[in-house]
């Protein structure tokens, strides 16, 4: 079973759980990609949470949702500020880091934020590319950048551009060539 498999069937499990607590989340990391891609490798996961209506903490939310799940194992480390959930029906177990939406994210995941693939809820494009970017101007990574590079480079067209920071676009592609096009093509269908 190739990786994205996994980390897709360890996403629906947690998804369920979730959905089932009425807390809306969605996934982000290189496993959009990897999905889009139809790609078995990737390496990346995390599930963005929102909080409650009585500014419940999203930890807090997820930990309740998943708590006695046979499936599950949770990992808080409050002096990092971490949540990680392990699912353990696969070998080696699945690790998916939770985050707090609008720290990660769109601070509200609903359909104007969220899409779904093969049934499990996911940032749309114009999010995933924005909260890359952020991750990139932070990290420098490599492997944002091809994340970034590819969803720009294949699905430009289906991006707002008002959820993209102009500035850090423009750094990033000063820096990444293979995006330049895309981003150069966004402009244009936005007459800037």
């Not at 998943?66 to 808080?76: L, M, N, Q, R, W």
């Not at 996911?122 to 590819?150: C, H, M, P």
Request: hydrophobic fraction near 40%; charge should be neutral.
């Amino acid at each position: 079973m190739h990786e994205t498999r996994r980390l897709l069937e360890a996403a629906t499990a947690l998804s369920l759980l979730l959905y089932n607590a009425g807390i809306p989340h969605a996934f982000y990391g290189s496993v959009l990609t990897a999905v889009l891609a139809n790609s078995p490798l990737s390496d990346e996961i995390f599930c963005i949470v929102e909080g409650g209506q009585n500014q419940l903490h999203p930890f807090r939310r997820a930990r309740d949702a998943v708590t006695g799940s046979e499936d599950f194992t949770i990992t808080h480390s409050p002096w990092t500020n971490r949540l990680h959930v392990t699912y353990r029906r696969q070998i080696p177990a699945i690790d998916i880091e939770i985050l707090p939406a609008g720290e990660t994210g769109p601070r509200h995941l609903d359909t104007s934020t969220v899409m779904k693939i093969q049934a499990v809820p996911f940032l749309t494009v114009s999010e995933f590319i924005r909260a890359k970017l952020n991750a990139w101007v932070i990290r420098g990574s490599d492997s944002d950048a091809q994340d970034i590079s590819y969803v720009l480079g294949r699905y430009w067209n289906r991006v707002d551009i008002n959820r993209i920071t102009e500035q850090d676009m423009n750094v990033f592609v000063s820096r990444n060539a293979a995006a330049a096009p895309a981003w150069a093509a966004l402009r244009r269908k936005y007459g800037m």
